[in-house]
């Protein structure tokens, strides 16, 4: 499986954007990239997902660099309540079980 | 609109004692569904997977076990709980190639 490589650490100030990199550079051809976060005590949520082209939705941004070699989640607006890991992951269009997680970044959110 | 429901929320065991963990989800059709656990303080391990009534998968041998008695059904079983299987254990959904989607989780702890 492809592997990801993310900061085990960010912190932020409220109310300032976001940018959570990640760096995928054995990626294939079909590999999604899933952003994924996981708040204290709880499952991870879905964030946002794309292949090649940025992708916008109403949690977050994911911008692609044009080799696909690396990405990053944009959060607009940080909030206390973004405070959370967050995951990138790579996952091959037509498998059902390469969603693995590694270690994230842990996003501190300060007032 | 699909949900997935896990129960028990909590649990504490003694050592040695069985454990059946239930998952279900709601909404949607022939999904793959997942067991995951998350140690305290580490990254989501994938236990087991399912891509139909019937069909197990299992990534990491121990001394648990999956069944999937029914299509949006999913359970967790051990016949002898061991110290080193407490945790946070979560199920998840997805259909191929899609985003996947985590229960609230059932966080157990073995004495």
């Known amino acids: 499986d492809a592997k990801t490589t993310q900061p085990n650490s960010m912190e932020s100030n409220e109310e300032e954007p976001v940018h959570l990199p990640c760096n995928h550079s054995?990626?294939?051809?079909?590999?999604?990239i899933h952003w994924y976060r996981q708040l204290p005590s709880q499952g991870p949520e879905y964030v946002i997902h794309?292949?090649?082209s940025n992708v916008n939705n109403r949690m977050a941004s994911l911008a692609i660099a044009e080799d696909r070699k690396s990405s990053t989640l944009i959060l607009h607006r940080a909030t206390l309540r973004d405070a959370a890991v967050y995951y990138c992951?790579?996952?091959?269009?037509?498998?059902?079980?390469?969603?693995?997680f590694g270690a994230g970044t842990r996003l501190t959110v300060k007032p | 609109s699909q949900t997935i429901h896990q129960w028990p929320a909590t649990l504490v065991q003694p050592v040695g004692s069985p454990l059946s963990l239930e998952c279900t989800v709601e909404?949607?059709?022939?999904?793959?569904l997942y067991w995951y656990r998350q140690a305290a303080g580490r990254g989501l391990q994938l236990l087991f997977y399912?891509?139909?009534?019937?069909?197990i998968s299992s990534e990491v041998p121990q001394n648990l076990s999956a069944s999937r008695p029914q299509d949006r059904q999913f359970i967790l079983s051990s016949k002898k709980l061991l110290l080193s299987d407490s945790g946070f254990y979560l199920c998840?959904?997805?259909?191929?190639?899609?985003?996947?989607?985590f229960g609230p989780g059932t966080r157990l702890t073995v004495t």
């Open positions: 909404g949607t059709s022939n999904p793959n």
């Open positions: 054995t990626i294939s051809g079909t590999d999604y």
């Open positions: 998840a959904w997805r259909r191929t190639g899609s985003e996947q989607y």
């Open positions: 992951i790579l996952s091959r269009v037509y498998n059902n079980n390469d969603m693995r």
């Open positions: 399912s891509v139909g009534i019937g069909q």
């Open positions: 794309g292949l090649t």
